[in-house]
């Protein structure tokens, strides 16, 4: 008679990768992994996510000795040892190798004999809250749409993440979810928003700058596209949270333009304090721009327009300031024609 009995279940195991891996996997993630007695055999089943073509095996440790090792097909793997091996082990750990190569780790425990494993590794609040099961079924049915949401999750889970690239990942998978799926969208919104606005925190430089245009262009799409004013209104909201405080750099002008845009399909929304924040933010650029002499600018007058060189003189920082005193004015009375001056129209 065949007794069967899980003593591991989980959507997703998270595991880390070695600190002397140099190799091109950013991520290690099991999806439905499970553990279960069947038989007189502990069988260990998985998938893991976006793996490069490859020959890998996985290794059951137990304090420093190989218990069972299995090769990796696919991504899929199932590994078998005898009952009876995991009765008084609290602790295990799963290696992922490469020829020899060990690529990383996935820790389980348990509190007591014969309860149920949990992974070693603890996720975040922010991470446990997250429905990432109704995220994968949203897209099911579209294989490209899938693939890519298989390796955003993976690189969201993973504990060493590449800020830069993860950017990028969610500006074409939030673009493609928009056209194909419009309804996955506005589930995922919450997840990309906020995975952008912490992409924009860990990067710098022209990176950061890039990172900042990938999160104004999530919001810009439904601005334009979207017919629905309840649900542009949801992720307008939600964006509005992940910009709050983000210093906008060499994108202000792009957070103007796309508050305004706000403010003109949604004139109900309260755009108040967004405004205000980059009015703070470019009064930054204003105080921190260099300004130029004389001789410097009649130096490069032939070269750069006079316009340009206007802007970094001090008569056109003064210009530009009070531009700025007359905009934080005209938000408390919402004179549009004020606000208008130099892109700060609302």
């Not at 073509?53 to 420093?64: D, H, K, N, R, T």
């Not at 991504?75 to 995991?86: A, H, S, Y």
């Not at 099961?133 to 693939?147: A, C, I, N, P, R």
């Amino acid at each position: 008679m065949n007794h069967k009995s899980d003593i591991c279940s989980l959507h997703y195991l998270v595991g880390t990768l070695s600190t002397n891996y140099k190799g091109v996997i950013t991520s290690l993630v099991i999806r439905n992994f499970c553990i279960n007695n069947d038989d007189g055999r502990t069988v260990f089943k998985g998938e893991l996510l976006y793996m490069p073509p490859g020959v890998y095996e996985i290794c059951l440790m137990f304090s420093g000795a190989e218990l069972a090792r299995e090769g990796i097909r696919n991504g899929f793997f199932e590994l078998r040892t005898d009952v009876g091996v995991l009765d008084e082990t609290r602790n295990l750990q799963l290696d992922i190798v490469q020829q020899g190569r060990h690529i990383g780790t996935f820790l389980l425990q348990r509190s007591y004999r014969g309860g149920m494993y949990v992974s070693a590794m603890e996720l975040s609040e922010e991470l446990s809250a997250i429905n990432f099961k109704q995220l994968e079924s949203s897209v099911q049915g579209y294989d490209g749409l899938k693939t890519r949401a298989d390796t955003l999750i993976a690189s969201v889970l993973s504990a060493k993440k590449d800020w830069k690239g993860l950017s990028e990942d969610i500006n074409t998978f939030s673009h493609n979810l928009f056209w194909y799926m419009r309804g996955a969208f506005y589930l995922w919104v919450p997840l990309l928003m906020r995975f952008l606005r912490l992409s924009c925190e860990n990067l710098q430089g022209s990176e950061r700058e890039r990172a900042l245009s990938n999160l104004l262009a999530i919001i810009e799409l439904p601005l334009k596209e979207e017919k629905n004013d309840v649900l542009l209104a949801g992720a307008v909201d939600i964006w509005k949270g992940q910009v709050s405080g983000i210093e906008p750099s060499l994108k202000y002008r792009g957070f103007i333009d796309t508050i305004r845009n706000i403010h003109r399909r949604l004139p109900e929304i309260d755009i108040d304090v967004l405004v205000q924040q980059q009015l703070s933010s470019l009064k930054d650029v204003s105080r921190n721009s260099p300004v130029l002499s004389m001789d410097v600018i009649n130096y490069f007058g032939s070269e750069i327009s006079e316009d340009l060189l206007h802007r970094f003189t001090a008569a056109g920082r003064a210009a530009l300031d009070m531009q700025i005193q007359e905009a934080e004015a005209a938000i408390t009375s919402f004179d549009e024609r004020a606000m208008t001056s130099h892109g700060f129209s609302i």
